[in-house]
């Protein structure tokens, strides 16, 4: 029996976020270490959890239960593939998964579950998927098929795997990698006692869209971000954590913020990291400058029971 494999890393949002929701633009990075995994393997059904089908043409909602994202993931695939000259694909697969990435902290978990889901089953069916089609896929699958309210950044990311500035102003979704000239050093913060899942903020904040003080933050959060890409381009670590900031205290200037997660901003901040929300759910990502950051970090996350994680961002650009 064949076994597919398809991964995803979580992600955390430098700069502009959340604008992708709005036409805006995102800076963003995967975070190693942190990963969903999707087994497919060959079976005489389609297999997701405690829940079967006889083929993939059969698989529909309503999805339920802790499989809803994966067995989400085969409809919209299977959508896909009768939309195409190839038609809907032959055989059975069995789904299992595992997840590193904390709960609905703000690190992209679910979109991770379903891109890692996506990459398993294209090995299985031999599909070929590009990034593009692959983020767009993943975001219909928990926008059209589960109702979840989210913006295309996470799945971007995620299918890109690379550090990438993400423009959704024009028509397409346009995206570039971003490569410092040398390694670049952050944290991830988070706490798994203050979690919210990011579409109790995504829901009402896209209610306000048309209200101007959105609109201009929304507008000013794209152009941070795309000051934060040209910053880390060129090495400027002091204006990409400016823009961090700055997107921070934007998100704050529109919208009603948990104050255990503002802790957490203040706290990097008081160990002398400029810091945004990595999401929205509880975690943040802060930058390392400086050297003398990273340790009063880690002790303060370590001393308030907080997920800690460094990630570096590799130079050569």
């Known amino acids: 029996m064949g076994t597919h494999v398809g991964r995803a890393l979580a992600r955390a949002a430098l700069a502009g976020n959340p604008s ?23 079976a005489d059904a389609v297999i997701v959890g405690d829940r079967s089908w006889p083929s993939p043409a059969a698989v529909a909602g309503p999805h339920e239960g802790e499989g809803a994202l994966l067995s989400a993931t085969v409809e919209r695939l299977v959508q896909w593939c009768r939309a195409g000259a190839s038609g809907p694909p032959d055989g059975g697969v069995e789904l299992t998964w595992s997840t590193s990435i904390p709960r609905s902290v ?6 991770a579950l379903v891109v890692a889901g996506l990459r398993a089953l294209a090995a299985r069916w031999r599909l070929d998927l590009d990034v593009i089609t692959t983020a767009r896929l993943a975001l219909e699958v928990e926008v059209d098929l589960l109702g979840i ?14 550090t990438v500035l993400m423009d ?16 670049v050093q952050l944290f991830v913060v988070w706490s798994a006692t203050t979690s919210s899942p990011s579409h109790i903020v995504h829901g009402p904040l896209q209610d306000r869209r048309d209200e101007p003080a959105v609109r201009v933050a929304m507008a000013e959060l794209a152009r941070l971000a795309r000051v934060a890409a040209d910053a880390l381009r060129a090495g400027d670590l002091a204006a990409l954590g400016a823009a961090m900031d700055g997107s921070f205290d934007l998100r ?3 919208l009603e913020l948990d104050p255990a997660h503002v802790a957490l901003v203040e706290g990097a901040r008081a160990c002398g990291a400029p810091v945004n929300y990595a999401g929205s759910g509880g975690a943040v990502v802060g930058l390392a400058a400086r050297r003398q950051v990273l340790e009063p970090a880690r002790a303060w996350a370590e001393a308030d029971g907080l997920g800690f994680t460094v990630l570096e961002l590799a130079g050569g650009g």
């Open 20 to 42: 992708d929701g709005f036409g805006g633009a995102v800076l963003a990075t995967p975070v190693p270490g942190l990963e969903a995994v999707v087994h497919a393997s060959d």
């Open 106 to 111: 703000g690190l992209a978990g679910s979109s």
């Open 149 to 162: 309210a989210a913006g295309p950044q996470d799945r971007l990311t995620q299918a890109a795997g690379d």
């Open 168 to 183: 959704f102003g024009g028509p397409g979704w346009a995206f570039e990698r971003v490569v410092p000239p040398s390694p």
């Open 252 to 254: 704050a200037s529109v």
